[in-house]
């Protein structure tokens, strides 16, 4: 079911370009992009979908209803929404981490430089 890209219409090709070059598609702008521009031109939606998948850029299964392939493309959409959320996340959690280090290692530091200054005090004292 693949089909050259250049036997799309350009409004397709179009809309290629805009998802290829868009690096933040969230799942709100690819199932917007989707529903616009397919809203009932099933056959387009499914050319479109197969040359994205034979680039490698989304995994499709291709049903003979409408509804399933926005729903698919609307997952697909969450999933990559998803994993950003999660990138972000672990870089939050790491942020804290090495906060968390910094600031226990600055109470040591300064509960040793009273430490030391302590014994030093009460050495020549003695």
């Known amino acids: ?61 291709t049903y003979n209803d409408e509804t399933a392939i926005m729903i698919q493309v609307t997952h697909l959409g969450r999933t990559y929404e998803q994993e950003l959320l999660e990138q972000e996340k672990g870089q939050k959690k790491k942020l804290w981490s090495y906060r968390f280090w910094n600031i226990l290692t600055l109470i040591l530091s300064g509960i040793l430089t009273i430490a030391i200054n302590l014994i030093m005090k009460w050495g020549f004292d003695i």
């Open 1 to 61: 079911m693949f089909i050259d890209i250049h036997k799309m219409d350009k409004k397709s090709r179009d809309m290629l370009a805009y998802l290829n070059t868009n690096t933040k598609l969230t799942s709100a702008t690819l199932a917007d992009a989707f529903n616009q521009h397919y809203k009932t031109e099933l056959d387009e939606a499914l050319e479109t979908l197969s040359f994205l998948e034979n680039k490698s850029l989304v995994k499709v299964k």
